[in-house]
C-alpha cells in the first residue's frame, strides 16, 4: 500500500507498518510510532481533524464539477466482503472497492 489511514491503533497499528511500501505514508489519529517508521522505511504522522463548513463546502463544490472524483473499480453489497477482500488480495484491482451497506437511497 502507499498510504495507510489507521483509525483503530493497537495491533492494527503496527500491522499497518507491514502493510505498507518503503516510502510509503501512514496517517493515524490514535497513537504515535516510536521508531516503527524508521524501521520500515515509511514516513508517520499523527493527525485531528476538526469540521470545518467553509472546506466541505469548497470540497463539495470540486466533487460537484467533477474537478475532484474518486475512481470506484467496483461496488459491491457487505454480504460479499470476502470478494472484496479478495480482489484486494490479488493487487491488480485498480481503484476503490465499495462495500455498500443497506439499500441505495440516491
Request: aromatic share 6%; glycine share 8%.
Amino acid at each position: 500500500m502507499d498510504v495507510v489511514f489507521d483509525n483503530v491503533g493497537g495491533d492494527t497499528f503496527h500491522k499497518a507498518f507491514r502493510t505498507l511500501r518503503k516510502g510509503g505514508f501512514l496517517a493515524t489519529v490514535v497513537a504515535f510510532p516510536k521508531d516503527e517508521a524508521q524501521q520500515y522505511g515509511v514516513s508517520v504522522a499523527r493527525v485531528q481533524c476538526k469540521p470545518n463548513a467553509e472546506q466541505l463546502a469548497l470540497i463539495r463544490e470540486l466533487v460537484d464539477s467533477g474537478k475532484l472524483r474518486a475512481h470506484v473499480a467496483t461496488v459491491l453489497p457487505l454480504r460479499e466482503v470476502k470478494q472484496a477482500l479478495e480482489f484486494s488480495a490479488a493487487g491488480r484491482t485498480r481503484g476503490k472497492i465499495v462495500l455498500e451497506i443497506g439499500a441505495r437511497t440516491l
